[in-house]
């Protein structure tokens, strides 16, 4: 360490898949002293090399640091890596992804076994860490008082978002957003696949299709005030009841260019059922609800 240099927060990491690797090498071009396990040894070579201490257990790793994080293929991994690893008086923060049912049991788990716990949720793909303008970030629940000893730290690989004290929350906002990009990518490939056998271009139908994605975001505001006011019915632009009417375009179009429906028709279904209960003046917040299987929140 330089004289002037501030002392970094050693960082034990568990695990060194693609997005384990991304974060301690995000730590290790900070400054931070790291600790690095994985269950095949031969992937911590590398990091080795730039400067990581490499643990030959789990157990030893965790012993090493105060702060943990762990991020291993899926919850049955940590069960699998944290047997009978001590965890007494450790800063236990689980990037992996996991149910909202998972988190919080992993919570109660680490606070059995004497450490205090937060999990995370990562919107980042390996590339976007440690490269503080590529947008990535991790949501992170639990414990608020861990959060914020460690902001600084766990803010080095990737921005950082508390979303509450109840640990499942991050890995509810982690599949929440990535539930809709899913939907996204399913609107995208039922595009590309209408104008596949085509003489267009797709680089520049892309740029179209970006634009119109951009364009359309704001409709999650859109929703969001009406499911808080409840009024579903004042400024709709966009009825139910005329877009209902427009399907058969849409999988008539499908059937034309000889593309399956299969991606759309589910979505049409649900917006049918919503008209034939009485939404034909609204636009498409009822279908939360309906989704949800309560009762409407919207106001009578
Ligand atoms: N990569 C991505 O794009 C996404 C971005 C958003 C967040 N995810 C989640 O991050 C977790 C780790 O993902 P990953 O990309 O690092 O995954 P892999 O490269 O496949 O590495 C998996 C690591 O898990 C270890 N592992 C698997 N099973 C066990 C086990 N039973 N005991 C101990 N370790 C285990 C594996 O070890 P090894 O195969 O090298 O021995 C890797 O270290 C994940 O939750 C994503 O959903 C990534």
């Known amino acids: 360490m330089t004289p002037n240099a501030v002392e970094q927060t050693s960082v034990t990491m568990l695990g060194l898949g693609a997005m384990g690797a991304a974060l301690a090498r995000a730590w290790l071009v900070a400054g931070h002293p790291v600790t690095v396990w994985n269950r095949t040894p031969t992937r911590a070579t590398v990091l080795a090399g730039e400067g990581a201490r490499v643990a030959a257990s789990a157990a030893e790793a965790v012993a090493a640091n105060t702060l943990v994080v762990v991020c291993l293929l899926h919850d049955t991994s940590v069960d699998e890596a ?20 998972q988190a919080r049991a992993r919570a109660a ?5 004497g450490a205090r716990y937060l999990d995370g949720g990562i919107m980042a793909v390996p590339p976007m860490i440690g490269v ?23 803010g080095v690989p990737a921005g950082t978002t508390f979303v509450g004290e109840d640990p499942g929350f991050a890995a ?48 999650a505001h859109q929703t969001a005030d009406r499911l808080r006011s409840g009024d579903y019915t004042t400024d709709v632009v966009s009825t139910l009841g005329m877009q209902v009417a427009g399907t058969p375009t849409f999988l008539r179009t499908a059937e034309q260019q000889g593309v399956s429906a299969e991606l759309l028709s589910p979505y ?8 034939a209960e009485g939404a034909g003046e609204e636009d498409l917040a009822g279908l939360v609800d309906l989704l949800t299987r309560r009762t409407p929140s919207r106001a009578s």
């Open 82 to 101: 944290m047997a009978g690893v001590d965890l007494t008086g450790r800063d236990l923060v689980n990037l992996t992804t996991g149910t909202p049912a």
């Open 109 to 113: 788990w680490a606070h059995e076994r």
């Open 132 to 154: 503080p303008d590529a947008g990535g970030f991790v949501f992170y629940s639990g414990s608020r008082e861990l959060f914020d000893r460690h902001r600084e730290t766990l």
């Open 172 to 219: 509810l906002y982690d599949v929440a957003l990535l539930s809709a990009m899913y939907g996204m990518f399913a609107g995208i490939t039922h595009a590309f696949a209408l104008i596949r056998e085509e003489d267009i271009d797709p680089a520049a139908f892309a740029a179209l299709l970006a634009d119109w994605l951009v364009a359309m975001a704001p409709t």
């Open 268 to 275: 049409f279904a649900l917006m049918r059922r919503c008209l």
